[in-house]
């Protein structure tokens, strides 16, 4: 099993997310074309050397058309920023979360998003990373502004940016082949940062929030190092935060943000290597809904939309409902990270009005294909 390994030197951003990939051997070109089939125009994606405290590393930049590019790429969702001490050069945040939108001023719901993102013709394990990736942004964003979820809205410049990062990133993950992630502590910078609703601590609240159970320590930075995009990213696609995997090497990538620090470089490191263990543990979740007014035909039908969710497993139960009614429970398995792209056809797919989800381990023997 192929695995990654995200050394969190100076933080997560959706560029630096980008750049590990592809400087740990994504080719740019499968990445654009991958892209290419997100019905999204109106953006150009780049990448380019830089040193970094000596180190090379390769910065990914999205180019919106029609603005110039980016000084400082760290994406927003929930605020403009502006931090409250000097630098020596402007920004530009195109990512913000508004509560109405501006005159002037267009503006792309998270619902927009989803919808293109199901529409696209990227693979369906794409779909349903970037899907959970999103709906996780949603979720935070809204609750931090007392928003339902689907209300939450972002800038229309920094909705293309933060779709490019988050789903190009998802799409990087599975075309190098990686099927966990793991990551280090993540390093927390001090200070505040100037938003549009006043002063906020740094990391924003946003960031922060995505974090609920991963080991965080102190960095003496006064930048901010940690975006929503990162920390969505983490949050998605990290199995065990804050441990080291047992693994056999194959490829090491950095990927360069755009802060220029004295204390350390702008960097994080991706380890990519296959997981030492013939027997290995994993989490799965279990995801099941009960229908007493189902037909065969809508079970099958079923089957097909789950497995195209990534579902590991489907399978159905004959039960008995109130008042003797016969019934068919639906059961899926699915990785942890999937689950809401299953519960999401479950409940527009079916009759249902809620799911059930339990959170297992299982143990499996690692396993491969061959030819006879």
Not at 209 to 216: I, M, T
């Amino acid at each position: 099993m192929k695995i990654a390994y995200f050394d969190l030197f100076c933080g997560l951003s959706g560029d630096i997310t980008l750049g590990a990939l592809v400087d740990a051997g994504l080719p740019l070109a499968d990445l654009k074309k991958g892209l290419a089939k997100l019905p999204l125009k109106g953006y150009s994606l780049s990448s380019r050397r830089v040193m970094k405290h000596a180190i090379s590393a390769t910065k990914v930049d999205v180019t919106i058309a029609g603005q110039r590019q980016k000084p400082h790429s760290h994406e927003h969702h929930d605020h403009h920023h502006d931090h409250d001490h000097d630098h020596d050069h402007p920004h530009d945040h195109g990512h913000e979360h508004t509560h109405a939108p501006d005159k002037g001023h267009a503006h792309t719901s998270l619902k927009e998003i989803l919808a293109l993102i199901r529409k696209s013709g990227l693979p369906a394990e794409v779909k349903a990373s970037a899907t959970d990736c999103f709906i996780r942004l949603g979720k935070v964003e809204g609750a931090i502004h007392g928003l339902s979820p689907m209300k939450v809205s972002f800038h229309e410049v920094g909705a293309v940016d933060s779709i490019v990062d988050i789903v190009g990133s998802c799409l990087g993950l599975h075309l190098l082949g990686i099927e966990e992630v793991y990551c280090s502590r993540v390093p927390i910078a001090h200070g505040e940062i100037q938003t549009r609703h006043g002063r906020l601590p740094n990391p924003g609240p946003a960031a922060m929030g995505l974090l609920r159970g991963f080991p965080l320590m102190s960095v003496d930075i006064d930048r901010e190092i940690l975006t929503p995009t990162g920390a969505a990213l983490l949050a998605t696609f990290v199995r065990e935060p804050g441990v080291f995997p047992d693994m056999t090497l194959s490829a090491i990538g950095w990927g360069a943000g755009e802060w220029d620090l004295p204390q350390r470089a702008n960097v994080a490191r991706i380890l990519i290597g296959e997981k030492a263990s013939s027997e290995e543990s994993d989490s799965i979740a279990l995801i099941e809904t009960n229908l007493d007014n189902a037909s065969g035909e809508l079970v099958g039908y079923l089957f097909d939309k789950l497995f195209a969710a990534v579902a590991v497993d489907v399978y159905t139960t004959a039960i008995q409902m109130k008042k003797s009614r016969p019934g068919v429970k639906i059961s899926v398995l699915v990785p942890p990270s999937k689950r809401s792209a299953v519960e999401e056809v479950l409940l527009r797919e079916t009759p249902t009005f809620g799911v059930r989800r339990v959170l297992m381990e299982r143990t499996k023997l690692d396993r491969q294909e061959t030819k006879v």
